[in-house]
């Protein structure tokens, strides 16, 4: 663990950076200053615990975080494994990524929570019930990665309709035979756009320029799509049926959770491939996979998963004490999909470019700069 407290106070910033290198002043006095004039003019310091740092990460926000707030950057992800540390629980924000799952459990060990500021778009991590309850105000970061994402659908499903990877694992084992690497092409097929918010308007820009017919299901129609990019809104089972190719941008809800189920897959072309860089649970995987092994559809680009979490956080799985029987399904299946050459999966990095994460973090800070000064505005969720 490492902690960083009360840097970069204007005048004083200044001074440490311009004048201290004439004289010899100790770094404790600098620090105790900074801490007096901080107190003073904002009141109470706030502190914040940052969990799911990465080390990308660290520079941006030792550098951010100005002086009115104490923090701590954490590399662990937030749940309820085990206790949070003690120097944690009078925090007055935590911010979080996708990585963490904070429920009741968690909320209820922090005595002093006023806010959560995500540094994702999505919240279905959150408990917000209990936000609710207890007065917590959680923010996200939207915007961030509407190209950065809508471009990584593209590419999935560019790699299992061109059957990319196969291609480079064949040539890699020596053991080419094109007639098994025989791809389709997008140009001219019809892709359906489940969610055409921010992401999904993205992506239906770039099916546009690869003259795609595109049709959408969302329940709010946007003039300057249908306008500008010859998109068709129609309802979910004409979508189903009509898509050559499917790419999920839609947000989960407690409404559509496995709104993607054994049904919706019978509905579509056998030559359909599927692609979600939306949320794991928008899929029921189980009918999936199936749909897949008995040639029901022809493929699935994949960057998120249900309990995607016991593939990609070993210590997650140690820390349960058992699996229970929904989660020990889920780990067989998300297993058994690696072995799909029609498949591809990846570890819910669609949103993971360098643009995307620096708008991330300057949007987090801004969230909290916002909310510390009693003026927050901006990206609150509605709970």
């Given at each position: 663990m490492r902690v960083y407290q009360f840097r970069h106070i204007d005048i004083?910033?200044?001074?440490?950076?311009n004048i201290?290198?004439?004289?010899?002043?100790?770094?404790?006095?600098?620090?105790f200053c900074v801490i007096i004039r901080a107190v003073i003019n904002e009141g109470l310091i706030m502190k914040i615990v940052y969990f799911d740092v990465e080390n990308y990460e660290e520079e941006f926000l030792k550098e951010n975080n100005d002086g009115k707030y104490t923090y701590f950057l954490e590399?662990?992800?937030?749940?309820d494994l085990s206790p949070i540390k003690k120097e944690y629980e009078d925090a007055d924000i935590i911010s979080v990524f996708t990585t963490s799952r904070v429920n009741k459990k968690v909320l209820e060990q922090f005595k002093n929570l006023k806010l959560i500021a995500l540094r994702s778009v999505g919240f279905n991590h959150i408990d917000t019930d209990y936000c609710k309850e207890h007065n917590i105000a959680v923010v996200n970061s939207p915007g961030y990665g509407n190209i950065t994402v809508a471009e990584f659908a593209l590419a999935l499903l560019l790699n299992v309709a061109r059957k990319v990877t196969e291609s480079y694992t064949d040539y890699k084992n020596g053991c080419v035979k094109p007639e098994n690497l025989i791809g389709t092409e997008l140009?001219?097929?019809?892709?359906?756009?489940?969610?055409?918010?921010?992401?999904?308007?993205?992506?239906?820009?770039i099916a546009h320029g690869l003259s795609m017919n595109i049709l959408g299901f969302d329940k709010y129609e946007k003039e300057e799509l249908k306008q500008n990019y010859g998109v068709k809104y129609t309802d979910f089972d004409t979508l189903l049926k009509e898509s050559d190719f499917i790419s999920i941008h839609a947000p989960l809800t407690k409404d559509n959770y496995h709104m993607f189920d054994e049904e919706s897959f019978k509905k579509m072309k056998k030559t359909a491939i599927i692609v979600n860089t939306g949320r794991g649970e928008l899929i029921d995987t189980k009918a999936l996979y199936d749909a897949i092994v008995n040639k029901q559809i022809a493929g699935a680009g994949l960057d998120v998963l249900e309990k995607e979490e016991t593939i990609t956080d070993f210590d997650y799985i140690v820390g349960l004490n058992r699996l229970d029987k929904f989660t020990l399904e889920q780990t067989i299946i998300n297993s058994q999909l690696f072995r799909l050459d029609n498949v591809i999966v990846t570890p819910h990095t669609a949103f993971n470019s360098r643009e995307a994460i620096h708008r991330i973090l300057r949007t987090t800070m801004s969230n909290i700069n916002e909310f510390s000064s009693g003026n927050i505005q901006n990206n609150v969720i509605k709970i």
């Open positions: 004083l910033l200044f001074y440490y950076k201290k290198k004439l004289i010899s002043v100790p770094d404790e006095i600098i620090t590399q662990n992800p937030l749940n140009c001219g097929k019809t892709v359906g756009i489940v969610g055409l918010g921010a992401i999904g308007s993205a992506f239906a820009k």
